[in-house]
């Protein structure tokens, strides 16, 4: 039986090229580095993905013109109060002020209270130009 071959080191890296890759290496890791830092002392730098504060998005209604899908983005406004909502606009015109949103079945003084933030304020109309 044949002794098997010995391993061909001309397909391995030269120690000469070894240095040469590690040095290479090593220069790449250390630009990065400075890179990383020279960007973490600009004013906007690097953010701190763990440690930003959370945005908050701003969600106001117009409950004379919204249809039910928007209406039920409200607290505490399922799809069946906000379908009587757009029910008695439609039947008896657009609310004048927020504390006429009680006179939907559903609606008291603590739901607006708890609504009001999220909703637009209802125009005057004399604020409001004439066509």
Do not use: C, K
Request: glycine fraction near 6%; aromatic fraction near 4%; hydrophobic fraction near 40%.
């Amino acid at each position: 039986m044949p002794s098997p071959a010995p391993p061909r080191n001309d397909l391995l890296i030269r120690p000469a090229e070894r240095r040469t890759a590690t040095v290479l290496a090593a220069g790449v890791l250390a630009l990065l580095a400075a890179g990383w830092w020279r960007h973490s002392r600009e004013p906007g730098g690097v953010i701190d993905i763990d440690r930003a504060p959370p945005l908050t998005a701003q969600f106001q209604v117009n409950v004379n013109q919204a249809d039910w899908p928007e209406l039920i983005q409200l607290p505490g406004v399922g799809r069946t109060l906000a379908e009587r909502l757009v029910a008695e606009r439609e039947e008896h015109g657009q609310f004048r002020s927020l504390e006429e949103l009680s006179r939907v079945d559903g609606i008291g003084p603590r739901t607006i209270d708890r609504i009001r933030p999220y909703l637009l304020p209802i125009a005057d109309e004399s604020e409001v130009a004439s066509r």
